[in-house]
């Protein structure tokens, strides 16, 4: 009986196992061909697992790991090109960086977690993944570095309080209309990350910043009541209407993920093109989508499509993918060789281009990007300038500056067009090492310093609060109008009434005119105008709300000194000085300083209305009290500070002033581009040799200049022949050689035809004698 | 495939010519043995430290005169003097970079090469124009026993054997041109190139041997 029973019980784990076992094949099948993508009508998921009903009261953001799961296995997915950047290990293919911009300090640093060259590794800066996705996930797709391991997690690190990223899986393959990556940007910034893909997919409207919320709180919390105002808890209102009676909700999904969804990050354009004129890339206007290409499996490492990358991958099917295996066909596929014309790619007869062409020329330098001109192209790109994000305030950004072609000879000997941009970085020299150092370690250094835009911007902003105040504050010098835009940013105009023009002058602008913000009068007079003394009063009380103020606000006008003394306008005597028209300025008892410094002036007035927001001046400075710090982390003797930028590398020299010097760390950043792809009737060449091959092409000759967030003439200048390895004399000849082309082909042809003549008469004669038509001569 | 196909012609060719030497200066059999071998090579060698022993450029120059100068016009020497020079610059640059190197010819030499190769087409056909009329294949072939030794007068035919040599050159010549010419022309796809590029090359190596294999025969020609 016991045996009988045990016998059983084993037959009935047996089948249970086989249960769970045929369970789990059936949860995660294969395909099994259909060619149809499967209707995705299914429950949500929250990050515990959890179906989402839409109509409880506090109803969390679906989570994509678990919603997605029970049929694609996240954990391969997160392998993936585009979440696994800080687990890579292959020294792969340089590709554009991530770029840390930072207008203030002058920094334009570029990161990644791939094994780049001369491209900082975010961990050597100490950028934890927190910090880094709260300054880059807007254009990322979660995973990876946004969705860190438990152990990865800093003091610094909100995890608890926003969640983690998780791979945003509609952000690719959410084939409506309202998936907006516009909103996802917006979400991470406001650090609602585990909201973020429910807002952007449009499956549920999100509230509230858990940017403002404390760094104890998290999602067990749930909202708060007493809070509806500032620090409001992110919460979900999902749209009912989407959901049916079993919870379940319809996800148009796209097998191939559209092409708008690979242009939220990947978009590139030019600067100063409208966009009605821009034209798609040909393979694009074809029909391919970007995914036709850049294939992938489950395991989403999606094929780059550059020449190599078959025979680095170890894997011939890829090479395929390329621009020579789709359209010259595989050689590595086989010892035969496949077919070209996959996809239908036409067959390139490139014609009357010789053969060398093909050996030392990537197919990308004649068919992709604009065409060399005598300038290069400035173009701005989503990630690096932060595009397609929309709202009141300007979100994208001019720097970093960056152009193409710049046509450069890569790892494989062949050249390639790329992508440059020059960065621009304070750091730290320890011997031969370089340290980059953060923006926040320079602003910690940088008092009166850096703030020059902030020191007029405040007081315009103090003059704006007063409720009596008839027009917009702005600041008059050098025949520039300074005002604030939306954004608390100075603004400048040219002055249009030159009579104002004093050496610096507070005005109010009321309808395009200008009025002293206190207008002429006699402080000597014996009954003053009420008006103007509340004028001077109001001004005063506004001024006197800045904080770090050098001094209290006074005014001095002729032999007079108006003060706010217990909340009352007093007059007192002046006799150091007479002041002819009415001034405002810091008085510390001791002595009188401006309202804005004749330092911050002269930075403002060099650098308003450019790119460029640092003089030398002030790198001198900064790099002066960089090394007089004293809690600067292991600043030693050894240490020398530096500041790059526009190709050159700044630093102090023995005589205290700055110098100029080339430097490793100073040379430009460059990635290879493969888009937009340019049909053959508008290929590089189309109109002939001498389209590169002339005495001042553009393509060989076309010079780059540093370029950065520092005015200076201090600046390198490389050659597109010096990144290619050529030789610039035997370049020029060869150039010109092809202004006598045309007489060689005539004096080739000439002789050949001649050549053939007689030829064929002594052939003709040949046959003539031997046939017996013509008699043979003796 | 074109360097082992060159390798073996040219060092067959040599091979013929010093043979055929060998057999006529040493009254040698014509069957092939073993011991026949090893007097050719024995010979060559001795021949070849005795001509680096007594090489004299000035003795070269007399020889070069007396046999070939002397029979041409100041003008015909020049068109001859040009053609030799360039074929010769021509097919250095040319069978050194197919030989020794894994890239083909780039750079300045190509530049050099190409620029050459003009001048080697106008010479070419001057050459043609001015020798065409003895070598013509429609008139009787002379002996080369029966060549006449007056050095000002050049004989109104040629062997047969020469005459085979003379347009095996030029015809080569021809090709030479006509597919650097086509390779200059944007009329011809990348494939078409390719094969454009293999027929130069032969054209080449058929000229180049013919050339030598003609200077031999014409030398001993005008020898008797």
Not at chain 1, 91 to 110: A, H, S, Y
Not at chain 1, 159 to 171: A, R, T, Y
Not at chain 1, 200 to 206: D, I, K, P
Not at chain 2, 94 to 119: E, I, Q, T
Request: proline share 6%; aromatic share 10%.
């Amino acid at each position: 009986m016991k045996r009988i029973t045990l016998f059983f019980l084993i037959l009935t784990s047996l089948g249970q196992l086989s249960f769970a076992v045929s369970q789990d094949e059936q949860i995660k099948p294969p395909w099994d061909g259909n060619r149809a993508t499967p209707v995705h009508q299914i429950p949500l998921k929250d990050e515990f697992d959890q179906i989402v009903i839409p109509t409880e009261s506090y109803p969390l953001p679906f989570s994509s790991r678990y919603t997605c799961e029970p049929c694609h296995d996240y954990t391969i997915i997160q392998q993936g090109l585009h979440f696994n950047m800080n687990s890579a290990t292959p020294n792969d293919r340089t590709g554009e960086p991530w770029i840390w911009v930072d207008p203030k300090t002058g920094t334009i640093l570029p990161l990644s977690y791939r094994n780049w060259e001369n491209i900082w590794n975010p961990r050597d800066l100490g950028l934890t993944p927190w910090k880094f996705s709260l300054l880059f996930g807007r254009h990322m797709l979660g995973g990876g570095v946004n969705e860190p391991e438990d152990d990865e997690v800093g003091p610094d690190s909100r995890w608890d309080v926003s969640g983690k990223i998780e791979i945003n899986c509609m952000g690719c393959h959410n084939a409506s209309r309202m998936q907006s990556h516009s909103e996802w940007a917006k979400q991470i910034l406001r650090h609602n990350f585990r909201w973020a893909a429910t807002a952007a997919s449009g499956l549920g409207e999100v509230k509230g910043m858990a940017s403002r919320l404390p760094g104890t709180w998290d999602i067990f919390d749930g909202p708060n009541p007493d809070d509806t105002e500032w620090a409001v808890v992110p919460s979900v209102q999902y749209n009912s209407g989407s959901f049916d009676s079993k919870h379940r909700v319809f996800f148009d999904i796209s097998y191939k993920p559209d092409d708008q969804r690979c242009l939220a990050c990947h978009s590139v354009s030019q600067v100063q093109v409208k966009k009605f004129t821009t034209d798609a890339d040909v393979h694009t206007r074809a029909g391919l989508k970007c995914v036709d290409c850049h294939r992938n499996d489950l395991s989403h490492n999606m094929i780059r499509g550059n020449e190599g990358e078959a025979e680095e991958l170890q894997n011939p099917e890829i090479a395929d993918f390329s621009c020579k295996g789709c359209h010259l066909g595989n050689e590595m596929a086989n010892e035969v060789g496949t077919i070209s014309g996959r996809l239908g790619a036409p067959y390139p007869r490139h014609r009357g281009i010789p053969a060398v062409h093909f050996e030392r020329l990537s197919c990308t330098v004649c068919h992709a990007g604009p065409l060399p001109d005598k300038e290069f192209t400035r173009v701005r790109t989503s990630r690096a300038n932060r595009l397609g994000i929309y709202g009141i305030a300007q979100w994208f950004t001019e720097m970093p500056h960056i152009i193409e072609p710049v046509f450069i000879r890569d790892e494989s000997g062949k050249i390639t067009p790329h992508r440059l941009m020059w960065p621009a970085f304070w750091g730290r020299l320890e011997g031969e090492k370089i340290i980059p150092l953060k923006p926040s370690d320079i602003l910690a250094a940088s008092e009166g310093i850096l703030d020059a835009e902030e020191s007029i911007a405040r007081i315009l902003i103090a003059l704006s609060m007063d409720p009596e105040i008839e027009g917009v504050p702005v600041l008059v010098s050098s025949e520039k109008v300074f005002t604030l835009n939306v954004d608390g940013e100075l603004e400048t105009a040219p002055l249009a009434d030159k009579e104002l023009d004093k050496e610096i002058l507070w005005a109010l602008k009321k309808e395009d005119q200008l009025f002293p913000l206190v207008p002429d009068f006699d402080p000597n007079a014996e009954e003053q105008d009420a008006d103007i003394e509340t004028q001077i009063q109001n001004t005063l009380e506004a001024l006197a709300s800045i904080s770090d103020a050098p001094g209290k606000p006074v005014m001095l006008y002729k032999e007079a000194m108006y003060q706010i003394v217990d909340g009352y306008l007093e007059k007192r005597d002046w006799k150091e000085e007479s002041v002819t028209a009415p001034r405002f300025c810091w008085w510390d008892d001791i002595q009188i300083k401006p309202l804005v410094s004749e330092f911050h002036m002269r930075t403002i007035l060099a650098t308003i209305g450019l790119e460029q927001t640092l003089t030398e001046e002030q790198v001198e400075m900064m790099l002066k009290s960089l090394a007089s710090a004293e809690d600067t982390p292991e600043a030693g003797p050894s240490s020398q500070f530096f500041y790059v930028s526009c190709g050159k590398l700044f630093q102090i020299d023995k005589t205290g002033k700055l110098k100029a010097t080339e430097h490793e760390a100073a040379d430009p950043i460059t990635w290879p581009l493969g888009h937009q792809i340019r049909p053959a009737r508008q290929s590089l060449g189309i109109k002939g040799c001498i389209e590169c091959h002339k005495a001042k092409s553009a393509f060989f000759f076309n010079k780059v200049e540093g370029v950065g967030p520092l005015k200076t003439q201090q600046k390198a200048v490389h050659s597109n022949i010096s990144f290619m390895g050529m030789d610039k004399p035997y370049q020029k000849l060869f150039g010109l050689s092809f202004t006598i082309r045309p007489l060689f082909k005539i004096i080739l042809f000439v002789s050949a035809l001649l050549i053939a003549s007689l030829l064929l008469i002594v052939f003709l004669l040949a046959l003539g004698r031997s046939s017996g038509l013509i008699e043979k001569g003796r | 495939m074109f360097i082992i196909v060159t390798i073996i012609s040219v060092l067959g060719l040599l091979f013929g010519i010093t043979f055929n030497r060998f057999r006529k200066s040493t009254d040698v059999r014509k069957e092939f043995s073993g011991a026949t071998l090893f007097g050719y090579f024995a010979w060559l060698f001795s021949q070849t430290s005795t001509q680096i022993k007594t090489f004299d450029i000035k003795r070269l120059w007399t020889l070069l005169e007396n046999n070939v100068m002397k029979l041409h016009t100041t003008g015909e020497r020049r068109i001859f003097m040009c053609l030799g020079l360039s074929f010769l610059f021509l097919a250095t640059s040319g069978f050194l970079s197919a030989l020794l190197s894994s890239r083909r010819l780039y750079g300045l030499p190509l530049l050099v090469h190409v620029s050459v190769g003009g001048l080697f087409a106008i010479s070419l056909f001057l050459a043609l124009f001015l020798r065409a009329r003895e070598y013509r294949l429609d008139t009787e072939n002379s002996d080369p026993k029966d060549a006449s030794t007056n050095q000002r007068r050049i004989p109104e035919s040629r062997p047969f054997k020469e005459k085979i040599l003379f347009w095996s050159y030029f015809i080569g010549g021809f090709f030479l041109i006509l597919t650097a010419l086509m390779m200059l022309l944007p009329l011809f796809s990348f494939d078409a190139q390719l094969d454009i590029f293999e027929v130069h090359r032969y054209s080449a190596l058929v000229a180049l041997l013919s050339g030598m294999a003609f200077i031999d025969t014409a030398l001993r020609n005008e020898g008797k």
